[in-house]
């Protein structure tokens, strides 16, 4: 357990934020603070092939220890944390035997992380915690990935009595700006499936995301002084206001679970003269998914109709992008990839948590990119915020997990899966 904590903490310390509003890869300088010592790491545990290219991707060999043909299979996490939230000097607190009670956070600020608000931490009484000190996120998301496949890897290199086919390492940068797989290359990494550690409590198994894009509305107007305005002044702001007010009532994270997908409103920024709103929008459905796409377009087409004598032009500006689609589409003709997982986690006394993802993972792009990629717990609550925390024993679980796979990667026969 204490080698588990030295090197979460040991990854959390280093901030490794990712920027939206970069150009390069990875999109903040300081991913290579982390991304070096991985590299030095994974070669000083014993894995061979490692590797690190110009865009800071990560991989690593953990060659077979059987003499027949395995699979090649890949453990996948990546490095860089939201910019959702602060993860500048990040401080962990260790929270030993929880008892359930409030855990103080900052005691200055009156930070409180709250078993009645946050109820999962009751699942965990008894257990080791780490947290934040209230200022900062923690970086589970997905710091906490990348620590159980280390240790994994180390594990299987300590004891080679386990036997495993070949297996391959893949650490990402910026999988928090939707950029994680844009440029892994699959080909390199030759695996003929992998798993994303990168989900939330013990127990979780996905291969179903949300189909995903993104929507930015710009919006003309007329700045007229306000005391000869009448019928004059067109301001931007307001029009944006009743676009917002068009979209679908009830459709909004907060208001959604399970399959249903939503619209959710991220960044106004405007004036008089032009506003711009940005969106994304979500949904497992291709068909909804779609829906909502064009329902984008059909407000703001109407808002235009409605403007048009007065404006002249279109006062209203659509685009919209997609970012990455459901994996489920290819996953499912190698459901067996999921069944391995699945049965490991049983095997281990974990009840697996099947369920869709309510957002996206590197696995989803990577999916589409050929290589099948479900994803997995890593143990974490609470991301991109001062409240995350990850049990200490929801990581060691991971850990067994992986290892389980590679053994029954090992043994099973995929003549029959095929």
Known sequence: MQN???R???????DTESDPNSTTTPSTEKQWNLANKLVEELKSIGLEDVTIDKNAYIMATLPSNVSHDVPTIGFVSHFDTTPDFTGANVNPQIVKNYDGNDIVLNKKQNIILSA???????????KTLITTDGLTLLGADDKAGITEIVTAMEYLVKNPDIKHGEIRVGFTPDEEIGRGAHKFDVKKFGAQWAYTMDGSQIGELEYENFNAAGAKITFKGKSVHPGYAKGKMINSMLIANDFINQLPKGETPQETKGYEGFFHVHHLNGSIEETVLELIIRDHSASKFKK????????AKKINKQYAKQFGEDICIAEVKDQYFNMKEKVMPVK???DIAEKAMRELGIKPLIKPIRGGTDGSQ???????????????HNFHGKYEYVPVESMQKAIEVIVKIAQL??????????
Request: net charge positive.
């Open 4 to 6: 588990i904590i030295d």
């Open 8 to 14: 979460f903490i040991s990854y959390v310390i280093i």
């Open 116 to 126: 009645k608000y946050f109820k999962d931490l009751l699942l965990y009484k008894g």
């Open 292 to 299: 909502r796409k064009d329902t984008i377009h059909k407000i």
């Open 336 to 338: 067996y990839i999921v």
């Open 366 to 380: 990577l999916s589409y990119m050929g290589l099948p990629c479900p994803n997995i717990f890593a143990g974490g």
């Open 409 to 418: 990667t090992a043994t099973t026969d995929f003549n029959k899966k095929k």
